[in-house]
């Protein structure tokens, strides 16, 4: 398992794309939480969750951390490096159990920075904004239990979103495609969900929607009006992720490379 490991890690930092891609991560997902914590102001909007409001960029950086997951496993069918991986690590679980350990791993570091760029926006933006301790706003800060956990359910939260890009790469096999489903079911169901169903049916995409369900660990305030629990919604994608990487691991077993 090590070797398998150890390729893996070698066939993913020797081409540019991954490495540009866990920069995208991290730019992409401060940005968009930069941008969103210095638009609100206070008091007009005292009441948000300023940890949530913070971590908003997540919801933006995922799709980089889809992209990288999705080229982990495509980029070898479209150039036939996958009969040479094959070859090398015949045992196609230990294939498969090697990328998801790679991709975890990158995804994990990429977006522990992501994820405290965001918070370190947010801290030094919101108060400007009038998130102050005049108005009982704290300071962020990961002393703050709730804070802690958002922050890393939100490293979390990306790490399963990398997973759950694998298992569909590795059903799918073609790199568009796979982005194609993975963005679908990310980002246009709720949408549709928000646009064309009524309350109970968006209450329900709310619980058991990949996205939908997984940010609710970013919640601190108000937690008995979401949908879910921050955990539960969390370990919702984990099953999503679960699922669909076993749904993978079938393919790879019964189709030919």
């Not at 390729?7 to 995208?24: D, F, N, V, Y």
């Not at 090697?98 to 919101?126: D, N, Q, W």
């Not at 800060?141 to 804070?147: A, D, K, M």
């Not at 209450?203 to 921050?230: S, V, Y």
Request: glycine share 10%; net charge positive; aromatic share 6%.
């Amino acid at each position: 398992m090590s070797r398998a490991i150890h390729a893996e890690w070698t066939k993913l930092r020797t081409i540019p794309a991954p490495g540009w891609l866990l920069l995208a991560v991290v730019a992409m997902t401060v940005g968009a939480s930069a941008l969103a914590t210095g638009v609100v102001k206070c008091p007009a909007s005292c009441g948000d969750d300023t940890t949530k409001l913070s971590l908003t960029g997540v919801m933006l950086g995922q799709a980089a951390v889809a992209a990288l997951a999705v080229l982990a496993v495509t980029a070898e069918y479209s150039t036939g490096m996958i009969l040479i991986s094959l070859a090398a690590t015949p045992r196609r679980t230990v294939l498969l159990s090697a990328k998801a350990v790679v991709v975890t791993g990158v995804v994990l570091a990429a977006g522990a920075v992501a994820v405290l760029g965001s918070l370190l926006a947010g801290r030094m933006l919101l108060p400007g904004n009038g998130f102050t301790t005049a108005h009982d706003v704290l300071a962020l800060s990961l002393f703050h239990g709730p804070t802690l956990r958002a922050a890393g359910g939100s490293v979390l939260y990306l790490a399963l979103i990398g997973l759950f890009s694998l298992g569909v790469a590795t059903a799918v096999r073609d790199p568009a495609a796979a982005i194609a489903v993975v963005l679908g079911i990310l980002y246009v169901i709720p949408i549709i969900g928000d646009v064309a169903l009524n309350a109970t049916w968006q209450h329900r995409i709310e619980r058991w929607t990949p996205m939908d369900a997984g940010l609710a660990i970013q919640g601190t305030k108000n937690l008995a009006q979401q949908a879910i629990g921050p955990w539960s919604g969390l370990g919702v994608l984990g099953l999503w992720a679960l699922a669909v990487l076993l749904a993978g691991w079938l393919v790879l077993r019964l189709r030919d490379a």
